[in-house]
């Protein structure tokens, strides 16, 4: 059973345009929500984390929303650049004291057009 | 500082052959983790080490596969024999331990068994 479910599959954005992607997990022990950004031949980098303390959080032209009674979070790209096209992942996991293996959503595949 | 790298980046064997990926953390790194991304969906947890011992075994699909972590170093996935269901982009990632939640990835082995 897939405990992240990561919607859409692939997203196309005009250039300047917002960009949203959005998650949904199971387990409320979950603690940590990062989002990784992953362009063709490389590995997934973080692009930015949320603890469930919070329900924004903003950096540059990326912010995740947070609701924790929902038990969804979501990533917004404000100013969609075609340097943004890429595969974005959310992820969840426990605390590090819990050895926190991380549950990825199954990708979204941003184009931002010119 | 350099980051996380694998090797090799790319390999293509038969079904029943045996293949062994390599992952080099970054230095310092307590914590390893291999995971899989299998046609498009999500990146799927195998395994956790901790220095060279074993945490967390609890993702690996069979036991055709085999990971060990010399002395806490590097690590290795062996597959044994391959089917064509291990297919996939086998990523590693590192962290340094304590409170630090952020894991850190390689660029990734894509695997290929024909």
């Known amino acids: 059973q897939q405990q992240v479910k990561q919607s859409p599959q692939s997203l196309i954005v005009q250039k300047g345009g917002i960009s949203i992607i959005n998650c949904a997990y199971e387990?409320?022990?979950?603690?940590?929500f990062p989002w990784y950004q992953q362009f063709p031949g490389k590995g997934p980098a973080l692009l930015i984390a949320?603890?469930?303390?919070?329900s924004e959080k903003k950096e540059g032209r990326f912010t995740i929303s947070f609701n924790k009674s929902a038990k969804q979070f979501s990533l917004h790209i404000m100013d969609s650049q075609p340097g943004d096209s890429a595969t974005y992942f959310c992820?969840?996991?426990?605390?590090?004291?819990?050895?926190?293996?991380?549950?990825f959503g199954s990708g979204t595949k941003l184009n931002v057009k010119p | 500082e350099a980051g996380v790298t694998q090797f090799p980046s790319h390999s293509v064997i038969e079904k029943g052959q045996t293949v062994t990926l390599r992952c080099d953390p970054i230095?310092?790194?307590?914590?390893l983790y291999w995971y899989r991304r299998v046609m498009g969906k999500e990146i799927k947890f195998l395994l956790h080490?901790?220095?060279?011992?074993?945490?967390?075994e609890s993702g690996m699909p069979n036991n055709r596969f085999l990971a060990e972590r010399t002395g806490g170093t590097y690590s290795t996935l062996k597959v044994q024999p391959a089917e064509l269901e291990d297919s996939g982009v086998y990523f590693c990632?590192?962290?340094?331990?304590?409170?630090?939640?952020?894991?850190?990835f390689g660029p990734g082995t894509r695997l290929t068994v024909t």
């Open positions: 992820a969840a996991s426990k605390a590090p004291d819990n050895f926190n293996k991380f549950y």
């Open positions: 387990n409320t022990a979950f603690d940590y």
């Open positions: 949320i603890r469930p303390d919070v």
């Open positions: 230095s310092g790194h307590d914590n």
């Open positions: 080490f901790v220095k060279e011992s074993k945490q967390d």
């Open positions: 990632a590192s962290n340094p331990g304590g409170r630090s939640y952020e894991q850190y």
